[in-house]
């Protein structure tokens, strides 16, 4: 994985500069926490400026609002302390399950009032009478993080949103291109199960690109809309890709002569990939034509890998006009329905009990012990707990936790003890810092990683980031101890949650699935086009997801959940060309459709084990299949009865 680059340099240099800048001001306001205006800062940091933008209003009103309800709630409660402990516990985690749901910038917001209200709640207990003058510290300081980072964003070489964009759309036309060339060309030897998974993560990336890019390159809403139709091409293209390769496999098994006559398609669109084209050339039109002519072309019919090349030609051809559109700045001609994202909200409750029962916990003994230091305990505890709300935490992550708040710990002790005593001035000391802190934000700059830096800088504050050196080993010991315990029980709390509840989570994804191909097999004739990019696109989320997850499963269960993702999306794609070739059928061929129909539906919407033996209705479809094929060979009827076999197979079962 490679970290340091000249965008992750820069990123760190301008984050860095912005602390300082933050740790400046708060000395010469003379706030009485400058080290959070530091640490927030690199908090509420991005790599990049449409990721900084599109959180910076939400970060603010999320801190009036948490440190509102504080002032409200701390003076009222404060002779109960174990309901005041409960609101407070119960706000974070209501507001942490908003967050969860939301899943975009304005989950910030949510976030912000939440964990504003751990800091500056649980230090005020034992003093409520500061309670308003903590509140405007507190938001004083988050406030100046945020100005600070907001500005530091106006300087050059600031990477936007709309650039990184247009690279991970590049990464997903070439990875989808290294795919279809290795069907196409490497015989028996299909791309991994990895490959896809990064294939189907990319694309779902594009979409959380998308948003930050609309708040940093220019007139980017005049493309907006084109953005999010690609991004539903190559999700449908994803589908027919791993569709092709189970028809591909299947004709090697029972048909390689049918094959054989799809080889000069093959060798035409490889041609026309490396040509660079967005135009389907006439040649390979003319090919699909001649295909007819040939004695395999029913079998290439039935098998339905004639229909699903045909498509996949078409929506190449698709891809790259949108993707030319984007790139010339053509001013989309119609509106746009986000995409739509999967939401568990059973999950998302039970994080949020699970960390209203961590805060509570933690806040009796803290009250029960009298210890002094209680209060940030809890406090270092529910701002892990909101930064890692997510399933895809590491599984050893509490030991990690530890081991790297310790690391921070020791740079903290070495400036507080070795450093700073012997120096002077405000540009010695940022000198010093910055040996630290750099290598620190360069790592940030990596998404899938940054997480990993929050418990270093939690011991980095450590260290006497104030106005006027003081370092005291009674004080250090009093700011570690909390630390350290606040560390170990979030991420014991997040491990709990992840071995508890990753199955069952994962199991309900795929449990929507069944859910979703059932409404798409169902009797209802002709289901909305808007209908039907909303269970796309929750589909490709649920696989994105799932083949995240299930990357910390062991390897026969990894293997379940990415053999039933793929099976899902190849039966999404069979069902739909199911629904659409029959609007062409006879009223009673119709009825007969919808029949089958609603024996699928049934058994998708009962489906819950990842792997399961074929279904009884797979003989009925195999049997539906061959009447479709029996006597006059239609056109119509034998793509319908491709479209099935392919449906079969996803199913477990056999084709006609």
């Keep these: ?26 000395f010469q306001l003379d706030l009485s926490h400058p080290a959070w205006a530091f640490l927030t800062t690199y908090i509420i940091s991005a790599p990049l400026r449409g990721g900084g933008r599109s959180k910076g209003l ?48 304005r989950a910030y917001f949510f976030i912000l009032a939440g964990y504003t209200t751990a800091l500056i709640g649980f230090p005020s207990v034992n003093a409520p009478q500061t309670i308003f003058d903590t509140a405007v510290a507190r938001t004083e300081e988050i406030g100046m993080a945020i100005f600070c980072i907001e500005l530091m964003g106006y300087l050059p070489f600031n990477q936007r949103a709309g650039d990184v964009l247009n690279a991970q759309i590049q990464k997903c036309f070439l990875k989808i291109r290294q795919l279809s060339i290795t069907l196409m060309t490497s015989g028996k030897n299909n791309p991994p199960p990895i490959d896809y998974a990064q294939l189907i993560m990319g694309i779902g990336s594009l979409d959380t690109l998308r948003i930050q890019a609309s708040y940093d390159t220019p007139h980017f809403s005049d493309i907006e809309a084109w953005v999010v139709a690609l991004q539903r091409s190559l999700q449908n293209f994803f589908a027919d890709l791993i569709t092709f390769e189970a028809q591909l496999n299947r004709l090697r098994m029972n048909n390689a002569d049918a094959l054989v006559s799809l080889q000069p398609i093959t ?35 039935k098998s339905g890998a004639f229909d699903n090349l045909s498509h996949m030609v078409a ?36 994080y949020g009990l699970a960390v209203a ?18 209060g940030t305990m809890v406090t270092f505890a529910s701002l892990m707990c909101c ?27 070495i400036y507080s003890f070795v450093v700073f005593p012997h ?82 989570a ?44 299930c990357r910390i499963l062991n390897k026969e269960e990894y293997n379940r959940v990415v053999n039933r993702v793929l099976l899902d999306l190849q039966a999404e794609r069979a069902l739909i060309n199911m629904k659409e070739a029959t609007k062409k059928m006879s009223p009673d061929l119709q009825s007969s459709v919808n029949d089958i129909g609603g024996k699928i539906a049934l058994y998708f919407s009962g489906r819950r084990d990842l792997a399961s033996p074929p279904p009884e209705v797979c003989d009925d479809i195999r049997k539906f299949a061959r009447t479709l094929n029996h006597g006059v060979h239609s056109i119509d009827k034998m793509r319908l009865a491709g479209f099935m076999n392919t449906l079969n197979r996803s199913m477990g079962g056999e084709a006609a």
């Design 58 to 105: 939400y970060r603010i009103c999320g801190t009036v609002v948490g440190a509102a309800f504080t002032v409200l709630t701390v003076p009222t409660l404060v002779d109960a302390p174990e309901l005041l402990t409960l609101v407070i516990a119960l706000w974070i985690a209501f507001c942490l399950y908003l967050s969860i749901l939301d899943g975009t910038p």
């Design 315 to 350: 929506r190449r051809e698709e891809c790259l006009d949108l993707h030319h559109k984007i790139m010339t700045n053509t001013k989309a001609d119609h509106e746009f329905v986000t995409i739509a994202h999967y939401v568990d909200y059973r999950q998302a409750a039970y």
């Design 357 to 374: 029962l961590q805060l509570v916990a933690g806040s009796l003994f803290w009250i029960k012990a009298g210890w002094p230091e209680g």
């Design 1 to 26: 994985m490679k970290i340091i680059s000249s965008s992750s340099v820069i990123y760190s240099m301008r984050t860095f500069a912005a602390a300082m800048l933050a740790l400046y001001l708060s």
């Design 387 to 413: 930064f890692f709300s997510s399933l895809e935490a590491p599984p050893d992550i509490a030991i990690k936790f530890l081991i790297l708040c310790c690391l921070g710990a020791a740079i903290g002790w």
């Design 423 to 504: 120096i002077t001035g405000f540009v010695l000391f940022v000198y010093v810092l910055a040996f630290s802190c750099v290598p620190i934000g360069i790592i940030m700059s990596n998404p899938a990683i940054a997480g990993a830096m929050l418990p270093v800088l939690f011991g980095v504050t450590l260290a006497s980031l104030q106005n006027r050196f003081d370092a005291d080993i009674t004080s250090f010991l009093n700011g570690f101890v909390p630390q350290i315990a606040g560390v170990v029980l979030a991420g014991a709390v997040l491990n709990f949650i992840r071995t508890v509840t990753l199955k069952s």
């Design 506 to 549: 994962t199991s309900r994804m795929l449990n929507r699935n069944g859910y979703a191909l059932a409404l798409l097999a169902g009797d209802t004739p002709v289901i909305d086009e808007k209908e039907i990019d909303i269970i796309t696109d929750n589909m490709t989320h649920r696989a994105a997801l799932s083949l995240t997850r």
């Design 267 to 301: 060798n035409a669109i490889l041609a026309w990939i490396e040509s660079g084209e967005i135009a389907v050339p006439q040649g390979l039109n003319e090919l699909f034509i001649k295909i007819h002519q040939t004695k395999h072309q029913q079998e290439l019919i």
